[in-house]
């Protein structure tokens, strides 16, 4: 069975960072592409990042790019988010999410991913 388990999140100041893993378990990591989201209060969950099993390439949505890097490291099944300049609109609970099926595109719809991990809290403060 899947496994994902975010940690990292915590409280912050406006334009300071945070990073953000997420460890996954109970499949071969390296075969599947991985993406984070997150969830503000009484708003959708909205795409942050995705990243292709080889971590090749990588795919942001517009308001974080330039801001947070995500990478891989297939050796140790983990994925990271590395969130600089935060801002408060950035405040939300942090998902990662993988697909059911390897391969396909880098995407942001959150309809392409199957597991989901149970988030973790990333409050900026103004």
């Known amino acids: 069975q899947v496994q994902l388990v975010e940690s990292g999140g915590g409280l912050v100041q406006a334009g300071g960072s945070l990073r953000l893993s997420c460890a996954a378990s109970?499949?071969?990591?390296?075969?599947?592409?991985m993406g984070w989201f997150r969830q503000a209060p009484g708003k959708e969950r909205e795409f942050v990042a995705a990243?292709?099993?080889?971590?090749?390439?990588?795919y942001y949505a517009d308001s974080v790019k330039g801001r947070f890097t995500i990478s891989r490291d297939n050796a140790k099944n983990t994925m990271c988010l590395q969130m600089n300049s935060l801002k408060p609109e950035d405040t939300g609970v942090y998902y990662c999410?993988?697909?059911?099926?390897?391969?396909?595109?880098?995407?942001?719809?959150?309809?392409?991913?199957?597991?989901w991990g149970q988030g973790t809290q990333v409050t900026v403060s103004s």
């Open positions: 999410a993988a697909p059911w099926t390897q391969g396909g595109g880098l995407t942001g719809r959150s309809r392409d991913y199957d597991y």
């Open positions: 109970g499949r071969t990591f390296s075969s599947y592409r």
């Open positions: 990243i292709t099993a080889s971590g090749g390439t990588t």
